[in-house]
């Protein structure tokens, strides 16, 4: 059983930066492959960002691609999300997942746990 807790979302201007953090409980964090999810309002959940089990491998959505890093902290059971040129169009709640499989995948639905989320809102 893993829980997740996302923080760092708010209200930032186009072209600001902002970072997320999602924290995990668990003794077994490491075995985890971990991601990034967004959902704006009448949208589908998106995937955003996953990485690896080791923080080796990283994979992105096209669009985020050269902005967003994500990177992991297993000493800390932590996930961060660096945001970096923000866009209007990355107005969305954030959500944190893990996924027990080792595998990497970028369907919302093969990931076994979520965080509540956290509202990011970048204004023109």
């Known amino acids: 059983q893993v829980q997740l807790v996302e923080s760092g979302g708010g209200l930032v201007q186009a072209g600001a930066s902002l970072r997320l953090t999602c924290a995990a409980s668990?003794?077994?964090?490491?075995?985890?492959?971990m991601g990034w999810f967004r959902q704006a309002p009448g949208k589908e959940r998106e995937f955003v960002a996953a990485i690896y089990r080791g923080g080796y491998s990283t994979y992105y959505t096209d669009s985020v691609k050269g902005r967003f890093t994500i990177s992991r902290d297993n000493a800390k059971n932590m996930v961060y999300l660096q945001m970096n040129s923000l866009k209007p169009e990355d107005t969305a709640v954030y959500y944190c997942?893990?996924?027990?499989?080792?595998?990497?995948?970028?369907?919302?639905?093969?990931?076994?746990?979520w965080g509540q989320g956290t509202q990011v809102t970048v204004s023109s």
């Open positions: 997942a893990a996924r027990s499989q080792s595998t990497v995948v970028r369907v919302a639905g093969q990931y076994d746990y």
């Open positions: 668990g003794r077994t964090f490491s075995s985890y492959v």
